[in-house]
């Protein structure tokens, strides 16, 4: 299914991270236009991982909108709960 661009609010894409790594605490803030996007995400399945793995996981959530167009940038501070 196609998406517009823009057509998701950064809730959406919170639901989508928070789905695809259960047990994690996200916040994702639009940075301007609804396409440049910043996401903070505490996830358990970040332990032990580099922070370019974290940011893998992070990015395979959302791939499709990056994709398309949808997300121009995604900024991320990704870490796992023991390192808060």
Same mark, same amino acid.
């Given at each position: 299914m196609a998406m517009l661009i823009g057509m998701l609010g950064p809730s959406e894409y919170q639901a989508m991270i928070e789905k695809a790594l259960p047990g994690s605490k996200v916040r994702v803030e639009d940075q301007g236009g609804g396409d440049h996007l910043f996401a903070e995400v505490v996830a358990p399945?970040?332990?032990?991982?580099?922070? /370019?793995? +974290?940011?893998?996981? /992070?990015? *395979? *959530? /959302?791939? +499709?909108f990056l994709d398309d167009g949808s997300i121009h940038a995604l900024g991320l501070h990704t870490r796992a709960p023991e390192e808060e």
């Open positions: 399945q970040f332990t032990g991982l580099s922070r /370019v793995e +974290q940011h893998k996981l /992070v990015y *395979a *959530a /959302v791939k +499709q």
